[in-house]
């Protein structure tokens, strides 16, 4: 994997946010073809659309019920692992409870978008368990200022 810039990865998630309509009718499909078999990575890495790239970050994100922007004391830092137009993904200490996050990338103001999980890998790192959490970006979100 190579290692983009900050500029490149802004530049990939513009991308996404462009594109975002005709990749999640794709992604629909295949969804309905694959079913729910979304642990085994062959069937991942046939279901990637997008080239990979490192985004080895700390960024932030936040559970999401689908509906409310999560207030700023529900983000947490995390470790990102990688990005492409279509994904990313990032590593969590404990075991996700839900399906959907905000992510909160680059420095302030940020760059939000909606991400749903699609898988989950376990991991070890330095005697511990962690998660590894492939998420497919759904879409960007632009938060309402407070009138």
């Known amino acids: 994997m190579t290692k983009p810039s900050q500029l490149e990865c802004f530049e990939l998630l513009e991308e996404f946010a462009n594109e975002a309509a005709q990749t999640l009718d794709v992604e629909a499909s295949l969804d309905e073809l694959l079913g729910e078999d979304f642990d085994d990575i062959e069937v991942m890495r046939e ?17 999401y019920d689908g509906e409310n922007m999560p207030p700023t004391s529900r983000f947490r830092h995390a470790s990102f692992h990688d990005i ?12 996700p409870t839900h399906a959907r996050f905000i992510l909160a990338i680059g420095i302030a103001p940020f760059r ?18 962690s998660y590894q959490l492939g998420c497919r970006l759904v879409r960007r979100i632009t938060p309402h200022k407070p009138s």
């Open 47 to 63: 279901r990637r659309r997008s080239p990979r790239h490192a985004f080895q970050t700390i960024q932030m994100y936040a559970e």
């Open 84 to 95: 492409s137009s279509t994904g990313i993904s990032f590593v969590l200490p404990n075991k």
């Open 112 to 129: 939000f978008f909606e991400a749903e999980l699609v898988h989950v890998r376990e991991m070890e790192s330095e005697g511990r368990m």
